[in-house]
């Protein structure tokens, strides 16, 4: 069977075995910039992404002090570098990122946190679907809005397919709410499970304190079934311009 490679558009020539066209180029090379952004951003920025709760704890001056240093470039810079060698981790390695499911870490906080929170509703879809109650229903409204439970229940399973198994979810109080928030966190736990403290530590200062998930070692399944399924949720609704990131 011929393997030979259809010419390209501009040139009429087919490009050779293990090479790029122009435009294959261009494609990759902004995919890999963009990803350098972030991971330099997530490496050496810590400020631009910390929970203000976080800085403040590491910080030996009061909250307001740090909003004033902060409120400039070179302010931020300052106190990355701060938190960096109070973390001791100015001196460390990069992580490579190079599975492209750890890459999540990149995600600003708030997309990360609104993806796991639609993960857990799609996980507990058919609970969701089982309430009757008003009361219930007025509740998880309250705790996860209607849009994330229109889009579990309607949205998500045409354009993400079944949701994996969780296990290990520890509801703090009875109730669907108080389930699709603890299935919400323990979807962060699993897809970061077993990843470098390099990106761990980065990755807790996106939380505030005392809210930080535990990433304690899972089984590499269902690890790679969270992680997955974020990524889904990410690159096909919530931040589509990150796909390439993912590629």
């Not at 609104?114 to 109650?133: D, H, T, Y």
């Not at 077993?194 to 304190?209: A, M, N």
Request: proline share 10%; glycine share 4%; hydrophobic share 50%.
């Amino acid at each position: 069977m011929s393997t030979a490679v259809a010419p390209t558009a501009k040139t009429g020539a087919a490009p050779l075995p293990g090479t790029l066209t122009p435009a294959q180029a261009r494609t990759y090379m902004a995919r890999q910039d963009a990803l350098l952004a972030r991971m330099h951003d997530f490496h050496a920025a810590p400020t631009d992404y910390a929970d203000p709760s976080q800085i403040a704890a590491l910080l030996p001056v009061a909250p307001a002090v740090a909003g004033v240093i902060a409120a400039t470039p070179r302010g931020r810079k300052a106190l990355s570098v701060w938190i960096l060698r109070k973390l001791q981790l100015a001196d460390r390695p990069w992580a490579s990122f190079e599975v492209s499911t750890s890459r999540l870490a990149l995600l600003p906080a708030p997309v990360l946190r609104r993806a796991a929170l639609l993960a857990g509703a799609c996980v507990c879809s058919k609970e969701i679907a089982r309430i009757i109650s008003r009361d219930e229903l007025n509740e998880l409204k309250a705790a996860i809005g209607d849009e994330t439970r229109t889009f579990a229940l309607k949205t998500a399973p045409i354009m993400l397919g079944a949701p994996p198994p969780v296990e290990g979810v520890q509801p703090a109080k009875p109730g669907t709410a108080a389930l699709v928030l603890a299935t919400a966190r323990r979807m962060l736990e699993l897809a970061f499970s077993g990843e470098s403290p390099i990106v761990l530590q980065r990755l807790r200062l996106k939380f505030p304190v005392g809210e930080t998930p535990d990433f304690a070692p899972v089984a590499l399944a269902e690890k790679a079934r969270a992680a997955a399924y974020l990524t889904r949720i990410v690159t096909r609704h919530l931040a589509p311009d990150w796909a390439p990131c993912f590629a």
